[in-house]
């Protein structure tokens, strides 16, 4: 449980470091994360280095006290590099090079880029993996940022059929696997294939889905080649990326299995201006975040591996369509949140605003003159907050089922403009969370038998060995629409859905539709949207519109929402069951949220005005930690669980 | 008056077929339609043709007692073909081929394609031009589908300079018709020219025009081509050729002189989520279709030849913002309505959803598991209310005018961005139709003597000879803004608009204007919006808005609109109209609509509420065919004409 | 003061030139633009000229009496032009050549096309210079106009590469500028530097400046290379070049030095059309344009140099979304205002409405048909009122500062979406004007002195030598936010905004937000929106909003909105300024606007409804020179000051 700060030494004189190493120390933090956009300094020329500056700044931190995460500079090769190899550039969906002048142009499948990689890599990795300070290695920086993890490059053509020459050896597996006979889109040989782009009309989805798993693995492969160089030279360094949030287009899960801590790059403001909320919620929440943003990726990523925030938004950033401050006491609350969610450490973005270039309206802890920003001080706080506590646990008897792979094959056929997994996912998340309950999300794949609850908003493809699991779990299900629709492939599955699990949910889809946004119909607490299954089944429905259309069936403890639940009529049947399971939740007012670890209980409050903790909720001896009964907006209370 | 069904046998397993086919008779349909995207499985290899799949298809079919209509498989060429050719692949607007890898990836004006075209045409023509069950035959599939007339291919540009070098003889011919002398535009050579894209601001309209001109006739020689290979092979089979809805870019009534019967896929559901109707209307409407989609495409393609529906939607399909089921009833509604305005067959699409690729989330008749799905039984219902009746011939006494180069013109030059020929000609179709009325769409060079009244709604080039036989014809007159406004280059006429309409409605535009989209000022029983023509004329304006603004002037039984008016404006003016000419009119509730043959009449309830049939409309004797006073939603009532 | 007309002979036969030069005389007329797209017509092949029809048409005009603005026709290079040099076209961001077919098919950068500039432009100056209709020349037509001042061609890469080489000499000077050690965007050599686009993320904003300068500067030095041939063979000419609206892609401050008098064309009713007004306003003045539109240009290039209308609206237009026609007498209205804001001469576009090619739906003074249309009346009109006035002299106290360098700035880094430059300027442009003041746009540049008050809504980059004027000038100073935020490679100041002002407004911005469109907070009169600075100031704030965040800073009589202010908060600040200035100000009516020279005193009603003028406007001797207290819409007041 540590704080760190992002530090970009070569941007300011060598005069500064000392101090900056000093002020950080005192400040409470343990480490700086340095030296990931710099291999045009590291390499001003192919093959001479210039080590002194970072020799020099590590040893400066070193001398204040501070341990390093040293990131490998793959995320802006310098000029020469893509001068000397045109191939290395990625192709953007509309067949174009995307060129040099900011930052990710390169091509995960360009094995000259991989071979530049690999040598920068192991050149790092030899002059610093034994520093006594470099304890943490960074991988790159936020693999996919700027659409970049798919390439429609001659490069990405060539190993994609590599890669679908390797899953399915004949040419005509392939075929019966896509579907091929369908528009005669047949082919006899790997090398005919081509990306899935500049179609006539929407190319093949299997086709689509198998370039975005593909995709995904190399952004993998890329990272595990460096980590392997890396452990090489550094055995006992801890291994990280950075990943992103609202981000999906590689596999997190499988990242989080080659890294000793995932990191992710926590921005709450921006995101909510990109987000499909209303303007209403939007101007609620304008500089404090949805509440659920942080708690639901720290939630995804702890599913994936250890988890840290590696850039926490400190101030206002530079790239949202408008830019608002965080209310003061927010970056306070979101650090805080982010160790109750059992992240290992946490780290703002970054120490000091820089005056040039694309970032230089992104907020630091320090002003550009050298003053202390907002973060400055709510660092100091939260430092402070969490002092007086140990790490968490977690012991959600919720979980959420998600998978990378059921998300792409929803991305490709949607099958209505609404049905965006992400937003069904995070709702249900955030209607869990409204009842005050922990929630874990994790892939299909983990031991289900510690959950009372697991719930299924959007899992197309559900092997027979998961529904095996979830019934041998003795878990309560609530599986939605679509579930256990597909098969590996992405086509109907045979017998139609919910497929595998029929076993818990005894009933056929035998179609569906999709509606427009808005709610297609009232049922219980609230009303059903986006999507909608016809259901053939010996029970009647437990719920059903005021046109009589199915809504809910319930089977024992196991519900299937066949409409979509929006976040009202969800929680009114998550609470019922919890209920039934013993399992404690509350009321809470709009904007307060919970978290509790074994040791502790937390909430935050990201509404606008004060809240009165629930009556039930708070200490039993009346003595918080910090906070009290009433939150202030961006207020934090804790208290000891008995 | 017979149905039939989409096929495709080599979707599934042989073993199918024969129950597949005792299943289609049993239900009452009588043909089968098969073959058009099988390209690749009639040649998998260059030259090597496996008809053997085909040849037992098309014998499973006849044994069970079911015609065939063939398709040719040219919009789907496989990739064999496309990688021996890449100057078969039509370019898109912004310059980049449109590449393998769905369908529809060739272009028109390919000779290399068009060789393979007639190669494949000659070839099945050859093999089943004589075979008992094949009495129909299709030209390849949907043209124009996805945006894929209009191709900027080298090959494209090439054809266009002859086109123009055969319509114009002499370059200078082309730069007067054209008005080249504006802005420097004059060409020395027929080799000059480039197609009209990626210039820097907007081409010469009449450049534009010729090119819009040049790509149909490319899609309609296409056509010729292979339907004149068919006929010479199969002398007496019905050829045909499945056009869209919405669809303009190129002439259907010229296709409609090169085929026996003009085919049309209905797809209501669909195309009202596409369309500009405003939400409450999509929302109203959205398990039944616009009201008025199926008869005005019925109505409209009637008027190009012989018709058909060969594509009926059965259920949900996958292509639209959102797919909702049609409401019980509506599938069987849909087919009668076809009949009711004149279709010679009516055919599902498709047999049995197929789980894998693009279309998988489409219904068919069948579930993928093979049980009946809503088409089913109400095509089964449909047959039995067809049964009942014998073919209908039309007996419209109201015309509406359209023509496809009006179309392309205010396509080119709108003025403003709310002028759109198809919503306006559609809009005043469904005020026809909301009183109950009988409509011809019809090309302006029909004989007009059998109409009382004659709507032309926007119809820009309006030569004299068509002026003259209107006069002739002694139908009452109902012109919009901009007709006779245009020669036949797309320029403005000499003498101003209505130029040769002058003859019958003594008035000179002066100018005109275009407004925002909403209304633009009250007149009569509705509002004037989108365009209004200020007139110098000797007459007084017999209708003006609140700003004293011209909106109708009246010459006897004729009407010039000189501002566009909407629904209700128009409504009233023809209502009166059709009194002073003894055609009765109703009161329509909504949703509700009315379709006569010499020997029936229909009624259609669309809306989602049961409605009565007005007082003086139904069966003298109080007996119906089918259906009765009161139609539910989606209901049908019929009944004889004394 | 004299009005003119644009003509184009060359659309027309010859045997109506006489009578058409005769009916301009007879209007009150006395010069005539001509020629600037007849380059195919001047040079039908490379090299072989006919000057006989222009000749004849110079010489018709002159025989009537009238003077001649002859346009060189570089803005429509020829096709065989285009043929032989591809390497003259522009190329789009998008990186394709932006082709033959319409106009503007040209790069600055390209040395061919610059030779056959200098080139055409050399014979036309030798063949008219010396005639003695021809008293005034205007270089090519619009540059900028279809987005064409900044080009991607490989041309323009190569002088780009040039420009920054002379700007910084040394590549490291250029790097240090820039700030590119950030992301490893160092470069070794200039050869090395890309345009900045199709990057993967947005380019360093410093080299998109340097890159918008360099685009600017290209244009000037084009129009200086024809403006320097004119000037040797038409010493005593007026040498013009017509800018456009809302255009600011290039330096007008810079062009004007370069030109006798800048023109531009005035579109009042297809730039409200294109704006980003409310849609209740742009109905309101749907056929009058927005009240303040004419006036800020006016003022605008009046900043620049002396200045005329030679383009004005006469009818409705061919090119915004909807084109509706002018209110009666608007078009008297627009013409009138010209001269009250100081214009040498107003000339509509164009004599007679050319029934062909691209334009054929824009208005002339005369109809197609040769009738007069709405425009001939009215700008016979307006010549009788002229006749009453002598030249006005601008006497304005109230300048608001201006630069393009500040807008391109703020355009590449809004920082927020809702942030538009000219937005923000023209809204403080118009609350000033509200209050019935005279306004002069100003670059910072200028002596200051004359003014009471200096506005400074946007202007980023503002050096140590302007601050110390604008406090020697001894004005009272309304800066907004982000004023002096920047340094001169639009890189943050050192010591932070607002820079070099804080010598004037002794206070420290520490950060700023931005916010979604609509009101931030109330405050005052009205609300901020867009934009807030967080500062540090010894002083307390004037004004906060209802959260108690600071909008308003007074020091003296200098203000600083560290909140940007709507209209209403603007107004009562500026209004209370004035009043301490002895600055008369007045309570107009919407849509009624004054304007005052040395001499007289006008009023306009751009509303649709009569106003009264207010009490204390008017003459004291109650006689109006034109119009009276009572306004109809499109009315006109003037009287004689005291
Ligand atoms: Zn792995
Ligand atoms: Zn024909
Ligand atoms: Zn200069």
Redesign the pocket.
Known sequence: MSLGVCYYPEHWPEEKWESDAERMKALGLSFARIGEFSWALLEPEPGRYEFGWLDKAVGTLHAAGLEVMLGTPTATPPKWLVDAHDDMLAWDEEGRPRGFGSRRHYCFSSETYRRHSRRITEVLARRYGQHPAVTMWQTDNEFGCHDTVRSYSPMARLAFRDWLREKYTDIDALNEAWGNRFWSMLYHSFDEIELPHLTVTEPNPSHTLDFYRFSSDQV?DFH?EQAEIIRLHAPHATITHNVMGHYYHYDHH?LG??VDVLTWDSYPLGFLAWSRSSDEHKQRYLRQGDPDFAGYHHDLYRGCSAFGVIEQQPGPVNWAPYNPCPLPGMVRLWTVEAFAHGAHFSAPFRWRQVPFAQEQNHAGLLRPDDQPAQGYGEIEEAAGVLAKLGPEEEAARVAILFSYDSFWMAEIQPQGNAYHTEDIVSDWYAAARSLGLDVDIVHPSVELSRYDVVLIPSLLPLTEEVAWRLEESGAALIAGARSGSKNENGNIIPGLAPGPLKRLLPLTVTRSETIPPGPGGKAGAGHWHIWRDEVECDAEPALTDEAGRAVLYRFGEHRYFAALPDRALLREELRALCAARGIETADLPEGLRLRSGRGHRFAFNYGPEPVELPAGLGPSDGEFLTGGRTLPPAGIAAWRLP
Chains 1, 2, 3 share one sequence.
Do not use: L, V
């Open positions: 993998i595990k499988e299995r080659h």
